[in-house]
């Protein structure tokens, strides 16, 4: 009842002529209250380890939001910088000038928009980091037919492909029946860091994106021939703020998005791994779960539809029409004026508005009706679907949109406008500007 007695030292206290229960019974309150002070002591700390877990974490919900505000307002000075070097683009091929004079120019420009595009990928991968660390990165998995996705994405990379004289080609062997149920904004991600990566540090060659099955999952490798990376860093570039150590990968990075590759496969139950030589060049891969079924018939209908509106309907109109009028809902005066200087080499004309209610006076004034309306989905004016369907009541009719965002996860319109809606990244160049017009124009004709 009085717990461990230490016999030795009632032996001591009875020789002393103190009464043996007697010493029992103080030691027992003695150990007592020396473990009711060790509790309190343990109690105390508990509260200072959670109190300072909750500092911690308030500390990294500020930082990402932090990373998240100052990522926005990078994007959208960079939106404009975009356009304007479309714009420059343009006018150089042609421009009276000399041969040589306008290759120098145009040599110029590729790198500035060369080190632009890296820019743009460092302030998504700051969004990434943002959205990771605060838990809001959520998932959201759909039927995915491998094959034509990977030929969209590759279309996207082709341009620059060409500007650096680089292959760039798809094989997907018997796979072209494979599906898989993945988050599809995660994996374009993640294949979209490796063949940016690849071509930054490819000299000569080109790139294969190769699609294959290895063990019930699907395999998606993205192969270079760049100077590939010394076996010493393979594991480390997976690491934040880590590249590789060869003279070609000295020139640019932060070493970011291969660590963000790694955590976002996580995210939908992939892996990723490398395989380089030096001299050689590298492949990086991403494994992922296969399904195990054929698509139902409504699923395989929805995506053959999906594919037509990426690739084959996107082509049909080639150019948009004379009169297609292109309303942009925009906050940033900048944006708007670099719109309307590529406008003419889009086919289209532009109106810009900071608010939906100066955009229904303006085609009040010049009395036009919009073909397709433009919209920032951070309208600083009012929301934006509300700016949407103040201008669809006014005229009575559902233009088709294109919502601009700096992250998917900001840009979820109503499901139920279909193929009318198609959400633009920012920061986007006139190229994928004109693919959205046109898908847009096409949905019109479906």
Known sequence: MLGMVDFGALALLAALGVPVLTAALVMALRRRSRVRQAAVRIDSLLQELARRRAELRDADLERSRFLAAFSHDLKQPMQAVN?????????????????????????????????????????????????????????????????????????????????????????????????????????????????SNALRYTRRGGIRVRISERDGRCRIAVVDTGSGIAAGMRRKIFEEFKRGDSAAMAEQGVGLGLSIARRLAGRIGASVSVRSHVGLGSVFAIDLPLCTHDPSEAEARAMQEERLLRGVLTEVVVRPPANTLLVCLDGDPEVAHALGLIAPGLGVEVLAAASSAEAIRELARIDRVPSVLLVDARLPSEPAMQAVMRINEEFNAEFPLILCSDEPLLAEPDPGRGARVSVLIRPFGADRLREAINRSLSSLQS
């Open 83 to 195: 356009l304007y070097l479309d714009g420059i683009e343009r006018s150089l091929a042609t421009a009276g000038m000399e041969a040589a004079e306008r290759a120098r120019a145009l040599e110029s420009l590729l790198r500035l928009k060369q080190g632009i595009g890296y820019m743009n990928e460092v302030f998504d991968s700051v969004l990434d980091i943002s959205r990771l660390d605060s838990g809001a990165l959520a998932v959201d998995a759909e039927r995915v037919h491998l094959q034509s996705f990977c030929e969209h994405l590759l279309r996207q990379h082709q341009r620059v492909a060409d500007d650096l004289g680089l292959a760039l080609h798809l094989r997907a062997n018997d796979m072209g029946r494979a599906y898989a149920d993945t988050d599809p904004r995660l994996l374009e991600r993640i294949l979209r860091n490796f063949i």
